[in-house]
């Protein structure tokens, strides 16, 4: 399998938000930050020089969109996930995020339920609170760290809140799981049968590191998916704000151009197209040595965090580079932040951000730097947990 070399960056005083946000988001900037989705490598080197080469040209004026662009990420999609997309079917967002927000807007109205899954990417909430909508959460079934949607609690919900939008993550931040395609078809079907949207964030579509395969939702045909996808997570990108959404369904997007075209957002930075283009195109190496590191990562703090700490438990990190740690029996879940940000010196994501209280005491680890940092956080969690 073909790679290209790894390289870990010092991003200290570079205007990073990992680094250099500590104070705004912490209250401290003498943290070891394992928190926001994002890597500590350099990205790949065909990216880095398609954006030298751009940077070099010295005209950065209005930009056309080349085919080029499209067409590197159909390929990628076909190559990597099966999936057909078809070019009409794709749209710009600046990022998911942004995406939350707009389609929270077209599909509901004010006050209406949306749909989550909790524990989840606390942005899914902001997205529907921000809009003056509803936050209902189905929270996936949990057993020793192995989990699960609850279907049955699903169908419940949504008959009884008439919600017309389920916002799902997959593979699932943070828990780690990669969705099987019976769980997927069983999703799918229970929402077709509602006239339910599933919007299915996808941005780690490429970060599976256990043996399942990802199967994006919309491929499989039943109901109304729109997928949210880009470089950004897969390649470190993320600053350059360059999303896709593909949407096949012809009202949804009808629907969804005209409300685009009301806010006047269609397309993003050039250099965010270039760098895209170069990595869909030539980053698969890189992506293949940063799945090793990200394994060997993971392995090395599960085996060293099991063996100190025999009581927390982590799920099977099966895709995303976010690793979920349930501290609850190993600690009181009130003193949290005052062991794992006070007296371990560690920036994390808390439990409690992805859904409310009910997740006091669990912590998501970010393993995308280097394994010497990796393995400094574990091993103060031990110590502080031990002493």
């Not at 004010?110 to 936050?135: D, I, L, S």
């Not at 609690?153 to 969705?179: A, Y």
């Not at 949804?252 to 269609?266: A, T």
Request: net charge negative; with cysteine; proline share 4%.
């Amino acid at each position: 399998m073909e790679r290209e070399a790894l390289i870990y960056v010092d991003r200290k005083n570079t205007d990073c938000w990992k680094w250099d946000g500590l104070d705004v988001q912490f209250g401290s900037g003498d943290l070891l930050p394992m928190w926001v989705a994002d890597m500590d490598f350099l990205c790949p080197a065909a990216v880095r020089q398609a954006i030298s080469a751009w940077a070099a040209h010295g005209v950065y004026g209005y930009y056309k969109t080349p085919d080029r662009y499209f067409d590197s990420f159909i390929r990628w999609e076909k190559e990597e996930h099966g999936y057909a997309v078809q070019r009409d079917w794709l749209r710009f967002s600046p990022g998911i995020v942004s995406a939350l927000h707009w389609f929270v807007q077209l599909v509901t109205a004010p006050g209406e339920a949306v749909t989550v899954m909790e524990p989840v990417y606390y942005p899914f909430m902001n997205a529907v609170k921000n809009n003056g909508r509803t936050v209902c959460s189905v929270d996936l079934l949990e057993d020793g760290g192995l989990w699960s949607i609850d279907f049955d609690g699903l169908e419940k919900s949504l008959d009884e809140t008439g919600s017309r939008l389920l916002i799902f993550s997959s593979p699932h931040n943070p828990v780690g799981r990669v969705w099987t395609r019976d769980e997927l078809e069983r999703l799918c079907r229970i929402c077709a049968r509602r006239g339910v949207v599933i919007l299915s964030d996808e941005i780690h579509q490429d970060l599976i590191l256990g043996e399942k395969s990802h199967i994006p939702t919309a491929s499989l045909g039943i109901g109304n998916v729109v997928t949210c996808c880009s470089a950004s997570k897969t390649f470190n990108l993320a600053g350059l704000k360059n999303s896709f959404l593909i949407l096949p369904d012809d009202d949804l997007r009808r629907r969804f151009d005209e409300y685009v075209n009301g806010i006047d957002v269609i397309d993003g930075p050039s250099v965010g197209y270039v760098a895209a283009t170069a990595a869909f195109e030539h980053g698969k190496p890189w992506l293949n040595a940063l799945r090793e590191q990200l394994r060997e990562n993971y392995q090395a703090a599960c085996s060293e965090l099991m063996d100190a700490l025999p009581d927390a438990v982590i799920p099977p990190l099966e895709g995303t580079y976010l690793m979920w740690i349930d501290l609850r029996r190993c600690l009181d879940p009130q003193q949290t932040k005052a062991i794992v940000q006070d007296a371990c010196g560690i920036a994390v994501d808390f439990g409690e951000w992805f859904g409310g209280d009910k997740w006091l005491g669990c912590i998501r680890l970010n393993l995308a730097t280097s394994m010497d940092n990796v393995m400094l956080a574990v091993r103060r969690l031990i110590a502080a947990l031990t002493e």
